[in-house]
């Protein structure tokens, strides 16, 4: 079993320190005030509660001294109070959390007004040397005692068996090794045992804190612990015999390591920074400020009370904060916060242990540095209560005015920055303010352009305030007025045209010199006498011309509707009207013709080119007229073929289909292929009609069964433009001349060398140069050329052009031997 033996405690007589309730200020005695002196009352304890036991004595302030107070307890069970104030014990009890915080009430008999104040309690902590004193024996642990039963195994006895743990101090001084307990097996009346401790602390990491004599079992600590490093040891006591066997069963051993006061709180930061909005009311939350400590937080070693122990600049009142002593959070307590006078406050924030005690407590301190925002509570003024400005007249986005105002609020923050607006003077919306982010000032400007025929000038009243509303309780107007007093500046303005642009309708064809109207411009600036003059800006075609002085528009070219210049029947001319002032003015007028339209062009077939086959089946060519008139001027339109040449009406057909479209089909079986010209006679409506012969190029082709061209090459081939086959035929008879040449050469030096005479095989030295040649309705037969010369007149006499734009088919061409 486990026995222990400790040395008895002394009661000691706890007195309590009181504040006193009388504060000087400035040399003088402060006022009375009737209540409590203290919010809260301490007192610390050397032991537990007694009964009977004076505590403390709790004061109160009685300043007219006719008063009579009666006081009371939150727990009139534990604890009294007599009539002078000294507070008892009820009854015995040991101190802790529920009767260490209590509240006094001090009542008025007559009156019945009361007050309160909080007491609290705490116990006195114990040093390391005490409990060294108060030791006066080694405590024993003894192993379970064993009976044999069945089988003859040892078993425990059964009863409850607990052993304490051990209460170590952290921080012991010595000297080590310090004997702790000593742990003994019954069995060592008949048996020599061993006895040894296995655990961290022991044969396990940090090994060798504790050690055991192994004969005596003497269990002791090799050097001071520290509680916030290891608050708890477990370890395993054992008893062997001389032979190594186990005697008994192992016991379970724990070690307290009793906490000290030896942490300073810290602070988690060593300045903190908050905020407080200036003009807030006593009782503001501004920011919470925290320390911890490495102690016990559940024993006073631990327990920290704040308290503020300066503030710099003092001033409205060296009391603006205060700081709730649990918490940490700072609010206001008194009014008066005023950033245009302080903008920050610096407090010294005080953290000490063993709940605030200034006596064995640790502290510590750490920096609160507030800052007072700003708030709107000033209003811009102007600096003046009327500006003026100038503005020339029909010009915008010009700076009339600057206007300038203060504001003692924090700049470039929503209760600094000026809005500013116009409220009279101004209906039709000519001005605009705008505020300048930089200084805060309102910059006057024009945004439409103002005439000075009609205005001269503008008395503006403008407003300026604070993007955000005032703060509530200011008794400033929230806004302040000011008038702007604009001159408008007269200066020359641009002729203009009226209308513009001007339209007038006109026949296409007029001849040259015909008036067609007067195109004059007005002068604005109706107080100076100015000239205008008038010049040609832009006639596209150069049909116009204008008389300087009086702006009559005279034709000088013939009017064409279907000029390229004239764009859906409107001709457009641009002139320029100039007045003779300081600078000279100027303005473009446009004149709009618009050109009626008369039967002078003659239809045109379209396309002008198509395709058809020899045959005359399948294939169909549609055509229709190009007329650049306009209805009624146009269409519809007569189709129809010349009577001459014969071949026309022998070889083709036309049919009108409609007022435009017209059908022309081949009129005979076969027509050999080639490239053709067809005049086709088109005829308009117009009144007179226009009648035009226009040629239809048709490419006669080989078709297929489903009527394309099979031999596209071979009439392209045919189908060269004039001037390609002249160029073919020159390049040919220059190569014919070349060769005859040659041939001459040959011969007249064989005859200087009296050779041979050369016998040549016509059918040997002929070039054949095959080429068709074509006929309308039918092809010729072969025929033999002569002979031919040098003479390239007499090649081009032989026929091997047909007339027309075509190229015609050659034939196979013999050239006999020279």
């Given at each position: 079993m486990c026995r222990i033996v400790g040395a008895s405690r002394t009661l000691l007589p706890l007195l309590a320190a009181l504040l006193q309730a009388s504060v000087e200020a400035s040399g003088e005695i402060a006022l009375c005030k009737t209540g409590f002196p203290e919010d809260v009352y301490s007192a610390v304890l050397s032991q537990d509660v007694h009964e009977g036991q004076p505590l403390l004595n709790v004061k109160f302030s009685n300043c007219n001294g006719k008063r009579k107070v009666q006081y009371e307890s939150s727990e009139p069970a534990d604890f009294k109070v007599d009539e002078d104030g000294m507070v008892y014990a009820v009854r015995s009890f040991p101190l802790s959390s529920e009767h260490a915080k209590f509240l006094i009430y001090a009542q008025d008999k007559e009156t019945q007004e009361k007050w309160q104040v909080a007491v609290k309690l705490s116990l006195k902590p114990t040093f390391p040397e005490d409990s060294v004193k108060e030791s006066q024996e080694i405590e024993e642990i003894v192993f379970p005692r064993q009976v044999s039963k069945h089988n003859g195994h040892l078993q425990r006895q059964k009863?409850?068996?607990?052993?304490?743990?051990?209460?170590?101090?952290?921080?012991?001084?010595?000297?080590?090794?310090?004997?702790?307990?000593?742990?003994?097996?019954?069995?060592?009346?008949?048996?020599?045992?061993?006895?040894?401790?296995?655990?961290?602390?022991?044969?396990?990491?940090?090994?060798?804190?504790?050690?055991?004599?192994?004969?005596?079992?003497?269990?002791?600590?090799?050097?001071?612990?520290?509680?916030?490093?290891?608050?708890?040891?477990?370890?395993?006591?054992?008893?062997?015999?001389?032979?190594?066997?186990?005697?008994?069963?192992?016991?379970?051993?724990?070690?307290?390591?009793?906490?000290?006061?030896?942490?300073?709180?810290?602070?988690?930061?060593?300045?903190?920074?908050?905020?407080?909005?200036?003009?807030?009311?006593?009782?503001?939350?501004?920011?919470?400020?925290?320390?911890?400590?490495?102690?016990?937080?559940?024993?006073?070693?631990?327990?920290?009370?704040?308290?503020?122990?300066?503030?710099?600049?003092?001033?409205?009142?060296?009391?603006?904060?205060?700081?709730?002593?649990?918490?940490?959070?700072?609010?206001?307590?008194?009014?008066?916060?005023?950033?245009?006078?302080?903008?920050?406050?610096?407090?010294?924030?005080?953290?000490?242990?063993?709940?605030?005690?200034?006596?064995?407590?640790?502290?510590?301190?750490?920096?609160?540095?507030?800052?007072?925002?700003?708030?709107?509570?000033?209003?811009?003024?102007?600096?003046?209560?009327?500006?003026?400005?100038?503005?020339?007249?029909?010009?915008?986005?010009?700076?009339?005015?600057?206007?300038?105002?203060?504001?003692?609020?924090?700049?470039?923050?929503?209760?600094?920055?000026?809005?500013?607006?116009?409220?009279?003077?101004?209906?039709?919306?000519?001005?605009?303010?705008?505020?300048?982010?930089?200084?805060?000032?309102?910059?006057?400007?024009?945004?439409?352009?103002?005439?000075?025929?009609?205005?001269?000038?503008?008395?503006?009243?403008?407003?300026?305030?604070?993007?955000?509303?005032?703060?509530?309780?200011?008794?400033?107007?929230?806004?302040?007025?000011?008038?702007?007093?604009?001159?408008?500046?007269?200066?020359?303005?641009?002729?203009?045209?009226?209308?513009?642009?001007?339209?007038?309708?006109?026949?296409?064809?007029?001849?040259?010199g015909t008036m067609l109207t007067t195109f004059t411009a007005q002068d604005p600036d109706r107080y100076m006498q100015q000239n205008i003059r008038y010049t040609k800006l832009s006639d596209p075609a150069n049909w116009l011309k204008i008389d300087p002085v009086n702006g009559q528009i005279t034709t000088i070219a013939v009017l064409d509707r279907e000029s390229p210049n004239v764009k859906n029947n409107i001709y457009n001319a641009t002139f320029l009207a100039s007045d003779n002032g300081i600078p000279p003015m100027s303005g473009t007028g446009t004149l709009q013709i618009y050109l009626l339209d008369i039967n002078d062009n003659a239809p045109q077939v379209l396309p002008q080119e198509a395709e058809t086959c020899e045959t005359p089946d399948p294939n169909s060519i549609n055509i229709t007229a190009l007329d650049y008139d306009i209805d009624p001027n146009a269409g519809p339109f007569a189709f129809d073929l010349p009577l001459s040449p014969v071949t026309i009406k022998r070889n083709w057909t036309i049919t009108r289909l409609n007022g435009d479209f017209a059908q022309l089909n081949l009129k005979i079986k076969f027509l050999e292929a080639g490239i053709y010209e067809v005049p086709i006679i088109i005829t308009d409506s117009g009144n007179p009609p226009k009648s035009n012969i226009s040629i239809l190029r048709v490419k006669v082709c080989q078709c297929d069964s489903n009527g394309d061209c099979t031999d596209v090459d071979r009439i392209v081939g045919a189908g060269l433009g004039t001037g390609a086959i002249i160029a073919i035929l020159l390049c040919i008879i220059i190569l014919l001349i070349l060769v005859l040449m040659f041939v001459v050469w040959m011969k007249r030096r064989d005859k200087e060398r009296q050779a041979k005479q050369l016998l040549i095989d016509p059918e040997d030295d002929v070039r054949d140069n095959i080429l068709k040649y074509d006929e309308e309705g039918g092809g010729e037969e072969d025929q033999l050329l002569p002979s031919v010369t040098s003479s390239s007149a007499r090649l081009l006499s032989l026929g091997f052009f047909r007339r027309g734009p075509a190229p015609l088919a050659l034939r196979r061409i013999h050239i006999p031997e020279l």
């Open positions: 009863r409850d068996w607990v052993i304490p743990p051990i209460n170590l101090p952290e921080n012991s001084r010595g000297p080590f090794p310090q004997e702790l307990v000593r742990i003994r097996s019954d069995r060592d009346k008949n048996l020599s045992l061993r006895y040894s401790v296995t655990g961290p602390g022991a044969d396990q990491p940090p090994t060798g804190i504790f050690i055991i004599n192994p004969i005596s079992g003497q269990l002791s600590v090799t050097k001071p612990l520290d509680r916030e490093l290891i608050a708890r040891f477990h370890l395993r006591a054992h008893a062997v015999d001389i032979n190594g066997n186990q005697v008994e069963n192992p016991i379970d051993i724990v070690i307290n390591v009793i906490d000290m006061n030896d942490n300073r709180p810290e602070f988690l930061h060593q300045v903190w920074n908050g905020t407080v909005p200036e003009g807030s009311k006593p009782g503001t939350y501004v920011m919470t400020v925290t320390a911890i400590d490495a102690d016990d937080p559940n024993a006073l070693n631990g327990m920290l009370r704040y308290r503020i122990l300066s503030q710099a600049p003092s001033t409205p009142s060296p009391n603006m904060f205060t700081i709730n002593n649990e918490t940490g959070d700072i609010i206001t307590v008194a009014a008066g916060l005023d950033r245009e006078k302080v903008q920050q406050y610096t407090l010294i924030i005080q953290a000490t242990d063993m709940e605030g005690n200034p006596t064995y407590g640790l502290s510590n301190t750490a920096t609160a540095v507030i800052t007072v925002t700003d708030v709107n509570d000033n209003p811009p003024e102007f600096t003046a209560m009327t500006f003026y400005g100038e503005v020339p007249e029909n010009r915008v986005d010009v700076i009339v005015a600057n206007l300038t105002v203060t504001d003692k609020d924090q700049p470039h923050t929503p209760a600094w920055n000026a809005v500013y607006r116009i409220s009279g003077g101004d209906p039709t919306g000519r001005f605009a303010i705008q505020t300048d982010p930089n200084s805060n000032d309102g910059l006057v400007t024009v945004v439409k352009p103002i005439d000075f025929e009609t205005n001269r000038m503008f008395v503006l009243t403008v407003a300026a305030e604070n993007q955000v509303p005032l703060a509530k309780g200011i008794q400033h107007p929230p806004q302040s007025t000011a008038t702007v007093s604009v001159t408008v500046i007269d200066v020359n303005e641009n002729p203009y045209f009226a209308p513009n642009p001007k339209i007038i309708r006109q026949e296409e064809g007029l001849h040259a």
